[in-house]
Each structure stands twice: as C-alpha cells, then as structure tokens.
C-alpha cells in the first residue's frame, strides 16, 4: 500500500524547533525527489523545501536559512528541521513526491507557532 505518514508536528513559541518526519512506504523511495509542502488556512499548499534522490536540495526564499530537509533512504524517512520558527509558519505541513505525479496525501502533521 503506497502510503505517507507525516508526524512531529505541535504548539512551539516563536523562535522555537520542531523536527518533521514522514514516513514512506509501497514505492521505491530512493529513487524519487520529496519535498514537504504546507498549507495554512485559507491558502494554497506551497512546496517549501525538496530534497532529490542524491541529496541536493531546494528552499523557498521563506524558510531559507531556517528550515532543512534531509533524507534517510534505508530507513524510507524524509525529515524536515524547522528552526526560528515565525507565527507566519503555522500551517499543516505534507510530505510527497516532486516534480513527478504525487501519491495519496497523507494526513499531515500540524504545525502552531505561538506564543
């Protein structure tokens, strides 16, 4: 069963870390491009960050500098670390493949920054 499953999401202050990990299965991991997306409320889902097959990867100008994506193809977990976190980055936060056709969305992990 071809599955995403997104979790370490929660309530941080601002200027606090939170570490994402999804969780893939049913496909040949290794060899796709992942990216974690977003979508705050009332917004389209954006593509934050991706990480291709071989490790190079890509930031939005928001996160740049703040956020880092990283990959363990043994383990089939791609990661996203979130640092200086800003209220602007609330959102529920998504794992899938880039620049291919995108498998079933997972449930997300929701992300609040708050104080």
């Known amino acids: 069963q071809v599955q995403l499953v997104e979790s370490g999401g929660g309530l941080v202050q601002p200027g606090g870390s939170l570490r994402l990990s999804c969780a893939a299965s049913?496909?040949?991991?290794?060899?796709?491009?992942m990216g974690w997306y977003r979508q705050a409320p009332g917004l389209q889902r954006e593509l934050v960050a991706d990480?291709?097959?071989?490790?190079?990867?890509n930031y939005a100008n928001s996160v740049k500098g703040r956020f880092t994506i990283s990959r363990d193809n043994a383990k089939k977990i791609v990661y996203l670390q979130m640092n200086s976190l800003k209220s602007e980055d609330t959102a529920v936060y998504y794992c899938?493949?880039?620049?291919?056709?995108?498998?079933?969305w997972g449930q997300g992990a929701q992300v609040t920054v708050s104080s």
């Open positions: 899938n493949r880039v620049r291919t056709v995108p498998i079933p």
């Open positions: 049913g496909y040949i991991f290794s060899i796709y491009a």
């Open positions: 990480i291709t097959s071989g490790g190079s990867t």
